[in-house]
């Protein structure tokens, strides 16, 4: 199976791999080989991408995921990096200005926005503390 992560600036990679595992809005699942044609949207997460015996893993802020009938996914994110080179300060930061901001939040635009940040961040720790392990 290819499997390409395209950003809305770049492609951030292309390869062959064994398997991948996308954060879908209803839960993550696998995908192989041969898996049936899918879109899904993305939520907040880590898609991980096994080749032979290692896995790379990449967080995403969201987008979609297209499973194509030829073999191929297509990985559409607004945001893209390794997991291990997400900085567990940044990240811890991150999500306590977007809490205090929801705490706050009085408009609703500003709690979807708060909410959306606390989203992000809280993924991004989730993924920090999961390669730690």
Avoid at 49 to 55: I, L
Avoid at 88 to 111: C, H, P, Y
Wanted: net charge negative; with cysteine.
């Amino acid at each position: 199976m290819f499997v390409r992560d395209q950003l809305p600036r770049d492609v951030y990679f292309i390869a062959k791999v064994d398997m991948i595992t996308v954060p879908g809005v209803s839960g993550s699942f696998g995908v192989l080989p041969g898996h049936i044609p899918t879109v899904t949207s993305l939520q907040p997460g880590v898609v991980a991408v096994q080749d032979g015996s290692e896995t790379h893993n990449y967080f995403v802020s969201g987008g979609f995921a297209f499973i194509n009938k030829d073999f191929t996914a297509n990985i559409c994110a607004l945001e893209a990096c390794k997991v291990e080179d997400l900085d567990t300060q940044s990240v811890k930061e991150g999500l306590e200005e977007f809490t205090k901001l929801l705490g706050s939040a009085t408009e609703e635009k500003d709690v979807a926005v708060a909410q959306m940040g606390v989203d992000v961040y809280s993924a991004m720790q989730t993924a920090i503390d999961e390669q730690a392990k």
